[in-house]
T-cell receptor
Framework: DVKVTQSSRYLVKRTGEKVFLECVQD?????MFWYRQDPGLGLRLIYF???????EKGDIPEGYSVSREKKERFSLILESASTNQTSMYLC???FGDGYTFGSGTRLTVV | AQSVTQPDIHITVSEGASLELRCNYS??????LFWYVQSPGQGLQLLLK??????LVQGIKGFEAEFKRSQSSFNLRKPSVHWSDAAEYFC?????????????FGAGTRLAVHP
């Protein structure tokens, strides 16, 4: 089975900090995704990547950037964390139309 | 624009009762449709998916869903709900644009099960 591992389950950061959320997949998938999950809004796509060093904006990229230097790792970066970025962040990888999700990182910005 | 609507934010059913969760999508081409479940504190688990063929799709945990193109719907059903089914359920459509595939999700339906 494909495993998607998110390095932190819970994070608490201060406003203005630079925050890195890490995601690693172990099945050589081309595509990786970062979603944000908020109550009543479902999952919204922040960024995705279809190859190393390639990235595409999703529906809500403002305030975020990403990095994919190796195929297995996809990082989400909050350049200057704000309280409205308090949320659950889910990483996923896919091959074709088969998607696998990580367990999520719950980020609180204080 | 592609979108997924789940009209029911919360649903409460009694254990043993039947369940139907509604999902409507907006997508110009033939949709690839998914239902995921998320238990508290967990990631998303795939229940079932529809790509083509038989419009009634069987999934895990006794769930099924029916694709109705005329109604742009993909409703999830279960004949008899168990207390362990209490979770949040997400409907999603895979979009294929610009050579990339990505999932668009509905807002979710939170299911509570009364004993």
């Amino acid at each position: 089975d494909v495993k998607v591992t998110q390095s932190s389950r819970y994070l608490v950061k201060r406003t203005g900090e630079k925050v890195f959320l890490e995601c690693v997949q172990d099945m050589d998938h081309e595509n990786m995704f970062w979603y944000r999950q908020d109550p009543g809004l479902g999952l919204r796509l922040i960024y995705f990547s279809y190859d190393v060093k390639m990235k595409e904006k999703g529906d809500i990229p403002e305030g975020y950037s990403v990095s994919r230097e190796k195929k297995e790792r996809f990082s989400l970066i909050l350049e200057s964390a704000s309280t409205n970025q308090t949320s659950m962040y889910l990483c996923a990888s896919s091959f074709g139309d088969g998607y696998t999700f990580g367990s999520g990182t719950r980020l609180t910005v204080v | 624009a592609q979108s997924v609507t789940q009209p029911d934010i919360h649903i409460t059913v009694s254990e043993g009762a039947s369940l139907e969760l509604r999902c409507n999508y907006s997508y110009g081409a033939t949709p690839y449709l998914f239902w995921y479940v998320q238990s508290p504190g967990q990631g998303l688990q795939l229940l079932l998916k529809y790509f083509s063929g038989d419009t009634l799709v069987q999934g895990i945990k006794g769930f099924e869903a029916e694709f109705k193109r005329s109604q742009s719907s993909f409703n999830l059903r279960k004949p008899s709900v168990h207390w362990s089914d209490a979770a949040e359920y997400f409907c999603a459509v895979a979009t294929h644009s610009g050579g990339y595939n990505k999932l668009i999700f509905g807002a979710g339906t939170r299911l509570a099960v009364h004993p």
